[in-house]
């Protein structure tokens, strides 16, 4: 079955997942039936679906139009029969019950056509038990969805013992054709990819509070501001819901053994009814609106270790079983569990030989089947092996306190790393840009910079408090130039430099977002020039870049107010190219940065002189244009360029 082929989707289930599922489906283009089992349960999904479009028109992510026309392709119907009868592909969103599904499925074969895709969104169950009881088992697979589909990227494409390749084939392009990211689980495992290594991490998070070696709060600080969770592990427990976690759990307990033992701290808060923020009650109490707050400050290296470990050794478990490659992990935890980074790379950075060491210790202490080092770990550290990412030279040589530094697909990734002060700057943190750029321009690899910060700010600006603190005029002068120095950098890089915007972006952070060439913020961004606000001016090349980009005149009105903007109206003035949805932020951010990388980076050097060069004079970028027109003529990636135009295809210039 081609993805062509498909034109009607049954989806079986009105629930969370199944009203989910269907509005994707209908976006996409696709008929939708959704069905269960009574009218007033089809009649509730339909009308979450009627909110969730409407939703996105408020948020002007659809149109009117759009979102009407996707209403009218989903059908809410009872009757199975209808449902499935001429459904090309058929998504299975029932309870999690093993019998449940089973009897679905039973109902389903006896009116479902021959050719027809059957999917189940089992989150952790066998596939390959599931399709046992179809007429059809090679035309069955899983296709595990995650919450709120219309929001996450990923799915996982898992085949059972029975499947077809053509079936997973057209699996994956089904998901692709609902604009999703699939990822081939290879065969069938409890718990697949990203369960299999999230819930043992909020098990082992479970375990460390149960034996009393760490508090909730200064694990979920750890795992924070750590690691980079951005919920922490306790407070990511309670939103996914610790009913659901337990019950994986018992699921990989009763399939893999030992080692997936359930805390019994988690089954003591389920049976109390505390099942996390549905409930008002979890790990931490949810009377506030705002929930919980993880401290910045009880961050432990020892449980830092101890997390990453129980991390590593399940994601070696998944490679060598071939269950998915290093790189599919990662990015199916990226996607589905919103890590920052995945474990493998997690893992490559921390040193398998220091996990692998942590695994045995706790071990031998406990005698946990838990910690019982994977054969995969084993070998990989024995040998002097990362996972299968190569941790780059820069990677390895430079050590930074405030940023982070990741180099992939010819692009240079620093990220502003001071969540716990809204990634406010100070001077340490200039120092580590500058020798951050210096590293990426002598890295013959690296072809473009891309530059984000963690959290609810890409930079709230200056680290105020610091800076009052010092009385000293000369220090604050040399300070003041320091920025200047630093953010010049960023202006005069030979190589494209990209600036994701996601929260607030203010003062000293707009003004390291102004020597971007180019700039992408989040709808839920606000930007501002907020110097004023406590007496002091843009100090670090703001008054003079900022009229630059958006005109004298608006520069002044930025600067004299200190308003804070919305990004649509920075967009209108001309400071920012792109507006994306939060989620996709870091996402699109990265995928233009990366198309600056595969672009000619002698053509991309003698641009952004000649600009600068305007700046002086209009005679000055005139002749700098002029000579570097002519210098380009005589470049290899000139031949390239045109031999790839008539070719009709892309071009790979390397910069000769």
């Known amino acids: 079955m081609d993805v062509e082929d498909i034109e009607t989707v049954a989806v079986l289930g009105a629930g969370t997942m199944g009203h ?98 059957i999917a189940t969104n089992t989150s952790a169950l066998s596939v390959t038990e599931l399709s046992e009881v179809v007429e059809r088992p090679e035309r069955f697979c899983g296709m595990h969805f995650f919450n709120p589909p219309i929001r996450m990227q990923l799915v996982e494409v898992i085949p059972g013992a029975h499947t077809h390749d053509e079936t997973v084939d057209a699996a994956m392009e089904f998901a692709r054709a609902m604009g999703k990211t699939p990822i081939h689980v ?63 759990l018992d699921y990989l307990h009763a399939e893999l053994g030992a080692a997936y033992e359930p805390c019994p701290l988690l089954h003591e808060h389920v049976q109390a009814g505390d099942l996390g923020r549905k409930t008002g009650r979890g790990f931490y109490d949810y009377e506030d609106e705002d929930g919980p707050t993880i401290p910045t400050d009880e961050a432990r290296d020892d449980v830092e270790r101890r997390l990453l470990a129980v991390m590593a050794n399940e994601a070696a478990k998944l490679v060598g079983d071939e269950v998915a490659t290093p790189e599919e992990i990662d990015e199916a935890m990226m996607l589905g569990a919103g890590f920052p980074e995945g474990p493998a790379k997690l893992a490559d950075r921390a040193g398998l ?110 680290d105020v408090q610091r800076i009052a603190g010092n009385a000293d005029a000369v220090e604050a002068v040399e300070l003041a130039r320091q920025g200047q120095q630093a953010f010049a950098r960023f202006e005069e890089c030979e190589m494209p430099v990209v600036v994701g915007i996601e929260g607030y972006c203010y003062g000293g952070g707009m003004e390291l977002a102004a020597c971007a060439d180019l700039r992408v913020a989040s709808h839920d961004s606000e930007l501002g020039m907020t110097q004023h606000d406590i007496g002091l001016l843009p100090g670090w090349g703001g008054t003079q870049r900022l009229p630059d980009i958006v005109g004298e005149g608006r520069a002044k009105e930025m600067i004299l107010t200190a308003e804070r903007y919305p990004p649509e109206e920075m967009a209108d003035y001309g400071f920012l190219n792109e507006i994306v949805e939060a989620n996709h932020l870091e996402e699109r951010a990265f995928e233009l940065a990366r198309d600056l990388a595969a672009g000619p980076p002698i053509a991309q050097r003698y641009t952004k002189r000649a600009i600068r060069a305007g700046r002086e004079s209009r005679e000055a970028g005139l002749e700098a244009e002029a000579q570097a027109f002519g210098q380009l003529l005589n470049t290899e990636d000139l031949m390239e360029g045109i031999t790839a135009f008539m070719g009709e295809r892309e071009p790979e210039f390397e910069g000769n």
Not at 373 to 387: H, I, S, T, Y
């Open 20 to 117: 989910g599922i269907a509005e994707v489906a209908a976006l996409a283009g696709f008929e939708v039936a959704l069905r269960d089992i009574k009218e007033e349960f089809v009649q509730a999904g339909y009308e979450e679906v009627r909110w969730s479009l409407e939703k996105l028109v408020e948020k002007d992510e659809l149109t009117t139009e759009e979102a009407d026309a996707a209403l009218e392709r989903v059908d809410p119907v009872v009757d199975l029969e209808e449902a499935v009868a001429d459904a090309d592909v058929v998504v299975e969103t029932v309870p999690e019950k093993v019998d449940v599904k089973k009897n679905v499925y039973r109902e389903v074969s006896q009116y479902v056509a021959e050719d027809a895709l």
């Open 186 to 248: 290879n065969h069938d495992t409890p718990g697949f990819v990203v369960n299999r290594v999230l819930v043992p991490l909020l098990n082992e998070a479970a375990w460390i509070v149960h034996n009393g070696d760490a508090t909730v709060e200064e694990v979920d600080s750890t795992a924070r501001y750590g690691i980079g969770l951005p919920n922490g592990a306790f407070r990511l427990a309670d939103q996914i819901g610790l009913d659901v976690a337990t019950d994986v």
């Open 353 to 462: 030989v220091t996990l692998y060491e942590t695994l045995a210790e706790l071990q031998g202490e406990t005698d946990a089947a838990r910690y019982a080092p994977a054969e995969e770990l084993v070998r990989r550290a024995g040998a002097g092996e990362n996972f299968h990412h190569e941790i780059s030279e820069i990677e390895e040589e430079t050590a930074f306190n405030d940023i982070t530094l990741d180099i992939r697909d010819r692009v240079g990734h620093i990220t502003l790393d001071r969540e716990h002060r809204m990634n406010t700057i100070t001077a340490e943190l200039l120092d580590e840009l500058v020798e951050a750029v210096d590293a990426l321009e002598d890295d013959p690899e690296v072809r473009a910079i891309l530059v984000t910060g963690t959290g609810e700010a890409f930079s709230a600006g200056a």
